[in-house]
């Protein structure tokens, strides 16, 4: 079974920078989609951003030109560069893969795998 394990997330204040990672294990980033989530408290799980197996780059609006996504096929890791973060990114952090090339890269239901978090607080 896929592994997916988060790390990185942290309390900064607003204007800062986290890197967040996610590694896996059983499996070749390189064969799957993946992609970041994040869900605050009394709020729905929403998408990121998301790398598709082939290639293509997604960011939701609300964080594009401040993250950036990537990953390093060789070490199985998937990254998400965060900068000029503000109190509206706090929320706990997800990281996802799928079978799939990516047709609704911001819906749940796209993804087979998750793991289980990392949090990210960001303060006034």
């Known amino acids: 079974q896929v592994q997916l394990v988060e790390s990185g997330g942290g309390s900064v204040q607003a204007g800062g920078s986290l890197r967040l990672s996610c590694e896996a294990s059983r499996y070749r980033y390189s064969g799957y989609s993946m992609a970041w989530f994040r869900q605050a408290p009394g709020k729905e799980r929403e998408g990121v951003s998301a790398?598709?197996?082939?290639?293509?780059?997604y960011y939701a609006d609300s964080v594009k030109g401040r993250f950036t996504v990537s990953k390093d096929n060789a070490k199985n890791t998937l990254y998400l560069q965060m900068n000029s973060l503000n109190p509206e990114d706090t929320a706990m952090y997800y990281c996802?893969?799928?079978?799939?090339?990516?047709?609704?890269?911001?819906?749940?239901?796209?993804?087979?795998?998750w793991g289980q978090g990392t949090q990210v607080t960001v303060s006034s």
């Open positions: 790398i598709d197996r082939v290639g293509p780059t």
């Open positions: 996802a893969a799928s079978y799939m090339c990516l047709g609704s890269w911001s819906a749940t239901s796209t993804y087979n795998f």
